[in-house]
């Protein structure tokens, strides 16, 4: 077995002569790869004959209903969606720094809130808390949330957000160097201070690129706001592409819509993996 | 008994535990200003986890520490002000990887002992230049070598006007051919009075620079006294056995 001269070529054991009835590993390459093919071409044959794709076309890429969507898609729906996003990205961002000081604090009582909140919004579909938003106001008579609409939405998606933003975070504070405290602390640094210059700063820098991934996501689900009943200025992409859908009994603007989520996430999925990719190399 | 105050730290009765472990048993030394002490022994022996207690990075389960007079084992010590006084060198160097080596230098003159900006510059190039690398401010430390982020992190420790220096097996992390510039700081620093608590495996620094040189095996003090006389005529077996392994390693044989 171990004999080098025979190991390219001898598909049996030792002994078995080097030529063989059977077919060489090569041979068997190539032949699943004809079958791989083979395959193939018979789906998009298939797949071609049965499409009607002039009825596919006219009621997804109708030209006429595309450009009906312009230039509101991105001056409206986009700068929503935008607004939504980033607005509960921030936020979440700064909640979720908070319950993870507060997952790491050595008072016992911050670590249970933490792990409280942590759990139960982690664990509850986004949808639900958009549901939960909504009926607020007849939870808590005479509250509002700030900012209307936009609030609304931003405080949706920054509690989705903000306890997957927790742990990541967690795991970047715990992710930086004992000895980096260390060094801060024997400099005379308060261990505010220290967390505050040294420690998150650095863990900050940790957590850029799944939280580029998150904000991808967060930016997925700021279609949610779809139903907080949103109308007029305060659409984002899907409600707009839904509304328009509707009265023109038409998908075209759903799939124009599509496009332009992937505008977005696209290029933010690879300055995500670049970003892992270069941090990788640094340190 | 000397007088409290005439020492620049003084160790009495120092125990610490980690969980059942018993690291220090019963320390007991004081180091006076402008003195050198090197602390050698086996890895196991305890010279680091003393070290530590010095600012209390570990807390010691028993005993006490005086810095300059000031008792830091006192729960209600203002630990961060003491700390201030006495600077610190890590074997893992531990520079800010996030901060150019300016900063490094800077960033605790200015949050801690608030000093303006163009002071704490001043003042960081100044111990920059000493250790020699002043041509590096404006880098990253992953970009210099080990020998340079080390003598990086000592003048960033320098640049507080520290009254003591502990410094942590300062060159056991680096290569061979850099501990000699490593060296050669620590050895200037030495001459210029600067008081210092070196924990070390460099038997020749020991020798040649040292006060005093401590050996410590279990977690107690078993020989303190004169270079000459701890490294060049050790009273105690356990001293002759560790210096044999240490300056003789292929010849192990007992």
């Given at each position: 077995m171990t004999d080098p001269s025979k190991?390219?070529?001898?598909?049996?054991?030792?002994?078995?002569?080097?030529?063989?009835?059977g077919l060489s590993p090569r041979k068997k390459q190539r032949i699943s790869r004809i079958v791989q093919y083979v395959l193939l071409v018979a789906v998009v044959v298939f797949l071609l004959a049965r499409i009607e794709w002039g009825s596919l076309a006219a009621n997804f890429a109708k030209p006429e209903v595309a450009a009906e969507t312009w230039p509101e898609v991105f001056t409206v729906a986009l700068k929503n969606t935008i607004i939504y996003s980033v607005g509960g990205f921030v936020f979440a961002f700064l909640l979720g720094l908070l319950f993870a000081l507060m997952r790491l604090s050595s008072v016992a009582p911050y670590r249970w809130i933490a792990i409280a909140y942590i759990e139960i919004f982690r664990g509850l579909p986004a949808l639900l808390i958009f549901l939960l938003i909504l009926f607020l106001p007849l939870a808590l008579p005479g509250f509002e949330v700030p900012g209307g609409t936009y609030g609304q939405g931003i405080l949706g998606l920054t509690v989705v957000g903000s306890a997957y933003m927790a742990e990541t975070l967690r795991a970047g504070l715990q992710a930086v160097p004992r000895g980096q405290t260390e060094a801060a602390r024997s400099l005379g640094m308060s261990h505010a201070r220290s967390m505050i210059t040294i420690v998150i700063p650095q863990a900050v820098r940790i957590v850029i690129p799944p939280t580029t991934n998150q904000f991808v996501s967060l930016l997925k689900d700021s279609s949610l706001v779809l139903f907080l009943g949103v109308t007029g200025d305060y659409v984002e992409l899907t409600k707009f592409g839904n509304d328009l859908a509707s009265t023109h009994a038409n998908a075209t603007p759903i799939l124009v819509v599509g496009v332009t989520y992937l505008l977005v996430t696209i290029p933010l999925g690879y300055l995500a993996s670049r970003l892992e990719k270069r941090q990788g190399k640094g340190r | 008994m000397a007088t409290p105050v005439t020492h620049a730290v003084e160790i009495r009765n120092l125990h610490k535990h980690f969980g059942k472990l018993e690291v220090l048993r019963g320390i007991d030394f004081a180091v006076d200003p402008g003195q050198v002490v090197c602390v050698i022994g086996p890895s196991g022996s305890g010279k680091s986890t003393l070290l530590r207690c010095v600012n209390l990075l570990e807390r010691p389960t028993s005993g006490r520490v005086i810095l300059e007079g000031v008792e830091l084992t006192d729960p209600d010590v203002d630990i961060d002000a003491a700390r201030r006084r006495v600077g610190m060198v890590f074997q893992q160097f531990?520079?800010?990887?996030?901060?150019?080596v300016l900063q490094n230098v800077m960033i605790s003159q200015r949050r801690v002992l608030k000093r303006n900006r163009a002071e704490a510059e001043r003042i960081a190039r100044e111990n920059l230049e000493k250790v020699g690398v002043a041509t590096k401010c404006d880098v990253y430390p992953g970009q210099l070598s080990g020998g340079q982020q080390q003598r990086v992190a000592i003048a960033r420790a320098l640049a507080m006007n520290p009254a003591l220096m502990l410094f942590d097996?300062?060159?056991?992390?680096?290569?061979p051919e850099l501990v000699g510039d490593v060296l050669a700081v620590m050895r200037k620093l030495a001459e210029e009075g600067m008081t210092m608590l070196v924990v070390t495996h460099e038997m020749a620094f020991a020798r040649d620079v040292a006060d005093r040189v401590v050996f410590m095996d279990g977690g107690v003090i078993v020989e303190d006294g004169p270079a000459a006389q701890v490294i060049g005529a050790p009273e105690h077996e356990r001293t002759r056995g560790f210096l044999r392994r240490v300056l003789d390693p292929t010849h192990t044989g007992e």
């Open positions: 190991t390219a070529e001898s598909s049996g054991p030792a002994g078995t002569p080097l030529r063989r009835a | 531990n520079l800010f990887p996030h901060m150019t097996e300062p060159t056991s992390a680096l290569d």
